[in-house]
Each structure stands twice: as C-alpha cells, then as structure tokens.
C-alpha cells in the first residue's frame, strides 16, 4: 500500500498562494489516481481536487473550482497549487490515493494518507 506525505504548508496573508505537494518514496504515483482534502478546524473533512491515474483527467468539487488546480507533476509527485488564499482556507491539507477518483467531495476509496500539511490564511 502506498503511504503518501505533503509538504509545502506554511503561513500566508489572504490574497497569497501556496503550492502544496503530494509524495511517496520509492513508488511511482502514476498508477494511482491521487486527490487532495482538506479538514478544518472543527469542520469534517471535504475533498478539493483528484486526478486520475489513467488520462490525467482533473475533477474538482463544486465549491473548490476556480482557486485550486491539481497537477502530477511527475511519477513521485502531486501538487496542489492554491491561489488568492482566504481565512476559511485555513486547514490540514492531505493527500491519498486511490484506483480511481471519488465522488468529490467525498474520499470514499482512498488510502495512504499522509499526516497533512497545515495552511494557515491569515486576515
């Protein structure tokens, strides 16, 4: 089974970007589809974004659209780069993996997740 980690969270004013990534030692992550969730601060966890292992199609979850974009960057990393940050961004960001994507935004399918990576949106 594959265990994924993230990286790239940190402390950022609203307004400002991030570019988190997604990845695995020793494994190609290409014959996984890999998504990104996010968990908030008392709120329960909610997927962003997954990209398929097959034809590298990218879905979204409705309310993610438009700040969020997924990419594989090559066979051992997934980012996720998020732009114009806002406070109620503010959360653990995760990755896992899966034989296909989920019905965003849910996760149903998907393991390997890492410890998360926190991003912080300051006002």
């Known amino acids: 089974q594959v265990q994924l980690v993230e990286s790239g969270g940190g402390l950022v004013q609203s307004g400002g970007s991030l570019r988190l990534s997604c990845a695995a030692s020793?494994?190609?992550?290409?014959?996984?589809?890999i998504g990104w969730f996010r968990q908030a601060p008392g709120k329960e966890r909610e997927g962003i974004s997954c990209i398929s292992s097959s034809d590298g199609v990218k879905v979204y979850a409705d309310s993610m659209k438009g700040r969020f974009t997924i990419t594989r960057d090559n066979a051992k990393k997934v980012s996720l780069q998020l732009i114009m940050l806002k406070p109620e961004d503010t959360a653990v960001y995760y990755c896992?993996?899966?034989?296909?994507?989920?019905?965003?935004?849910?996760?149903?399918?998907?393991?390997?997740w890492g410890k998360g990576t926190r991003v912080t949106v300051s006002s």
């Open positions: 896992a993996a899966a034989w296909g994507c989920p019905g965003l935004p849910g996760d149903y399918g998907m393991s390997g």
């Open positions: 020793g494994v190609s992550l290409d014959m996984y589809a």
